[in-house]
């Protein structure tokens, strides 16, 4: 559901930054995600995907309100 629903109350997003041992957990997903020595700093790909994301929200937002 799009945050435009809820304006003008605030929203919480909560991004997917999953470490590789939490991902690789998930239904399909082992095959996908490396087994890290250390998961706590993990791959965070698609962390660095969702911030420009945000970002767009965010602006595209502004403008409208």
Known sequence: MPAA???PEDVT????????????????DRQFEPVEE??????RDAFGLECP?????????ASTT
């Open 38 to 43: 250390n998961p706590m700093i993990g791959f």
């Open 5 to 7: 629903a809820f304006y």
């Open 13 to 28: 997003v909560r991004l997917s930054d999953f470490k590789t041992n939490e991902r690789a957990n998930l239904v399909g």
């Open 53 to 61: 994301a945000i970002k767009q929200v965010r602006e595209s937002m």
